[in-house]
């Protein structure tokens, strides 16, 4: 029950078993901004700078409010042990492989360690053999030191890992002795951040490394440190004061750089992208350690590939926005005689800068990883372009990882959204597909489950897919609670994924639903510049689209919906929660962008402009401040129940955004549901938090969606 009392400050208290809250008082302070001579007010501009006391005593205040809160829901206790076992009963999960001569590197999820490990194998067959090369767990009791990414040298005598502390995402390169574990010389610093990442690629003799590097401190001005990225050489055991400078003094200020190395010939590709814009720079180091540029900016190659024939291939989306993809000889590099081997097709090809390859080129054939509308498929060429048997993948799945085996074999990760995820060996004589030993045990029953497509029919007419996990012959009588889940930016799909939690969800009876919006790769480039920019209202207009759609076809009531989403996701809930407040009954939102006009003054912000624009353009302005979520809360109105979680240290969204959003809730919403703020000061965007604190954040979310959906849990 809440009751609503007025004193000195409005405040509400939720009465839930003989516990009595009472919302912390939130001061204004008005401030006024002009923007192309409209005037804006901002109350609780105070709230963004965290270095005050003031700000971090509010932050406290909001965490007890909330902990007092969550702690109070009924069968919270029940959940916190259900989740628990379910995510601890997981089997190992290798991702990340990198395949060196005998030997194979991978990540390995072992709960109940709170951080992946790093470990080696003699085969994809012999699993049993693994050896530990890198706890992170034992370097840190609290579980807060975590691995970025690694590299292996081509030998894989040796690895190099990017370590960095409480979700910071600010590494340091140490590299290891694959066979002491121990290490090797002193770290290279400031290699990683949450910025622009990092990158490292080895010689083919393992004397040495190419690395990414940020300014150090007097190189440059400090609020430059986060950027102007460049690429500098390290040989081993030599001091890091002797690495010598490669390229990168005038890549544009939020240039993010990737690595490549040709294994023979020990050239270096350099691949630019400018920001998070999806453009991209090619930068070559030849044999005679010249740098020149074989493609710029505004060139449309996404992705670039060494080949097998002292060539390169290329994914280009320049007047093929769903991609094509391009051959170029070493010894003509012109890009304009570049030849077309894979025409654009009806489904998009995948791009993903700083994830996996989805192109992968074998001895003699070419893998290709499309999109199709959420799911994924394999497409298998030979180096003419004509297709070839690839191997068979369910309808509805993801596959993360394509790397090669021996002559035309591929070995590949897939998973769906109610089967874990394994490790397949496609042998190309035959075309038989097998999983391998690196799979996860599948100890959850999901027997009594589907998974469905619809399609919902947003304001402009565009038809927007989402999936729908539910159990199979159930009758559609608007009965069925939903949690929906979308992003829609960056280009990035939304694609299957397992969640063991997908079960508990199912088990009390909600549905779980995720949307495959614009603003996302679904179906390409087209699909992705629909959804930025000016026009990143369609995003907010197909996800409310699937909400009907959920509630025309019989699956649900308005009343018994629930929102989720982070990052992008949670500037999407925040349009959710300040454009459709009646449309569903809770959302929660994880590391969340809501004050889309003084977004761009973080050090990320700047990195994002690409995606969403910038107050200093009219136009931009206009669409920004049309749709902020910050800006678009209005007093006196009934707002559903709201869970805004954030990390001290998040270094790609402030989390002054969720203490903002959280105050301007709080002021005006009258609908007695609560608006609470969940802060977490030992993570941040989410990348390196341990896995106790994962499960406390599933505790909460789902202790809070099935309170406000009344949903009783379950006592089994």
Sequence with gaps: ???????????????????????????????????????VRDDYRWLEDWSQSRVRAWSDRQNTYARAFLDALPGVGRLRKRITDLLHQQTSNYFSLSRREGMLFAQKITPPLNQPILVVMSSIDRSNDEKVVLDPNKLDAAGSMSMDWYVPSPDGALVA???????????????????SCGLVEPPVLGVNKGTAGGDLAWLPDGSGFYYTRYPRRGERADEDLDFFQQVWFHKLKTPGAEDRYEIGKDFPRIAEIRLRIQADTGRVLAIVQYGDSGRFMLMLRDRRASWRKIAGFDDGIVQAVFGSNDDL????????PRGKILNMDFDRIDLDGADCVIPQSEHSIMSNFWGPDTLIVTKSRLVVVYQVGGPVVLKAFDFQGRPVEAPATPPICNVDQVMTLDGDDILFKSETYIDPAAWYRYTA???????????????????????????GLSRDGTKVPFSVIRPKNIHLDGSHPVILYGYGGYQISVRPRYDPLIRLWLDHGVLVAYANIRGGGEYGQTWHQEGRLTRKQNVFDDFYAVMRRLVENGTT??????????SNGGLLMGAMITQHPQAFRAAVSHVGIYDMLRSELSANGRFNIPEYGTVNNPEHFKALYAYSPYHRVEDSTAYPAVLLMTGANDPRVDPMHSRKMTARLQQASVSGRPILLRTNSHTGHGLGTPLDELISQKVDEMAFVLEHLGVSVKTE
């Design 1 to 39: 029950m809440l009751k609503r009392f007025a004193g000195g400050a409005l405040a509400w208290v939720y009465v839930t078993g003989c516990a009595h809250l009472s919302l912390p008082e939130t001061e204004k302070f008005p401030m006024v901004d002009y923007y192309h001579g409209v005037e």
């Design 161 to 179: 890992v990017s370590l960095s502390r409480e979700g910071s995402e600010s590494g340091d390169v140490y590299v290891f002795d694959t066979q």
């Design 313 to 320: 291939w290329l994914i280009s989306r320049k007047d093929a």
């Design 429 to 455: 004589e035959g075309g038989s597909t097998e999983k391998t030993a690196l799979a996860s045990e599948d100890r959850i029953d999901f027997h009594d489950l589907e998974v469905v497509r619809d399609v």
């Design 557 to 566: 009531r308005t009343e018994k919906i629930a929102i989720r989403g982070g």
